[in-house]
């Protein structure tokens, strides 16, 4: 990962309990950032224990994240929770995944309430067992009205099927005639995305050092600024976080075009 030193304007000095001391600017806080949370198994293993130990303690980074996110302004927040391609691992781990995912649901809604969070579910959310639909909904229902941030939880997604979907509810309304072919923009397309409305992520953080995308986004994601670090999901933290959105800070983003 290559560090550019520029001179910043316009920051502020940002304290926090976790004793970390340093310089935020403004005006590049990222507004959406999506995380891929990788590693879970692995961290388990390390310590000769089971994966859902793993995933247990990866529950408590996300409310660690969650909580960063909103004390510093971070608009939108995207969690890879879920895979379209995590149905096949095995039944038990499955099971326990979702039961997880229940607790959490439930155990996090005053959190948000508290601290004006609004969650949000993108995916094939009908594929979920139903306790954790209900589980969803009531906290998306209680939240519904918080403006504070927009916490997005990928559920069951994956970026082919959606494209796949977008693709169809776009052919279906052009063979009605409610679509002209024609005039079909890339707003056209995000419009019929899980997305809809929000603007493509800034940042994409993916942990464990796996150098992949794994489905993720992968329309929103072009001219998304992507960092990869080498830590295991459960033990990412906000020092960590801090520092890599210090590192988004000193990038040029130049969509495609140049500034000589």
């Given amino acids: 990962m290559i560090y550019v030193k520029k001179k910043r304007k316009n920051s502020l000095s940002f304290n926090t309990d976790f004793s970390l001391h340093t310089d935020f600017d403004t005006a590049s806080i990222p507004s959406h950032v999506a995380i891929i949370m990788d590693g879970n198994g692995r961290w388990a293993k390390k310590r000769m224990l089971n994966r859902v130990q793993g995933h247990r303690k990866g529950a408590e980074t996300v409310r660690t994240i969650v909580e960063c996110c909103r004390e510093i302004?971070?608009?939108?927040?995207?969690?890879?929770?879920?895979?379209?391609?995590?149905?096949?691992?095995?039944?038990?781990?499955v099971?326990?995944?979702m039961s997880l995912l229940a607790k959490f649901l439930k155990s996090e809604q005053k959190n948000m309430l508290d601290n004006n969070i609004r969650l949000n579910a993108i995916g094939q959310i009908e594929r979920l067992p139903e306790h954790v639909r209900q589980a969803l909904h009531e906290a998306m229902t209680l939240t519904k009205n918080n403006e504070g941030m927009l916490f997005n939880l990928a559920l069951s997604y994956g970026g082919r099927a959606e494209i796949v979907r977008m693709v169809r509810d776009v052919a279906?309304?052009?063979?009605?005639?409610?679509?002209?072919?024609d005039s079909?923009?890339?707003?056209?397309?995000?419009?019929?995305?899980?997305?809809?409305?929000?603007?493509?992520?800034?940042?994409?953080?993916?942990?464990?050092g796996e150098m992949r995308i794994s489905n993720f986004l992968l329309c929103?994601?072009?001219?998304?600024?992507?960092?990869?670090?080498?830590?295991?999901?459960?033990?990412f933290s906000k020092e960590e976080f801090l520092r890599i959105l210090q590192n988004y800070q000193h990038r040029e983003r130049r969509f495609g075009s140049t500034n000589n």
């Fill in 73 to 93: 302004g971070i608009s939108i927040l995207t969690l890879y929770a879920f895979s379209t391609e995590n149905w096949q691992r095995p039944k038990m781990e």
């Fill in 95 to 97: 099971a326990a995944l």
């Fill in 172 to 181: 279906i309304k052009a063979k009605e005639g409610r679509i002209d072919p």
């Fill in 184 to 208: 079909i923009t890339y707003e056209v397309v995000s419009d019929h995305l899980y997305t809809k409305g929000m603007p493509d992520p800034d940042l994409l953080v993916r942990t464990s």
């Fill in 220 to 235: 929103q994601i072009a001219y998304t600024e992507i960092f990869v670090t080498d830590t295991l999901w459960p033990d």
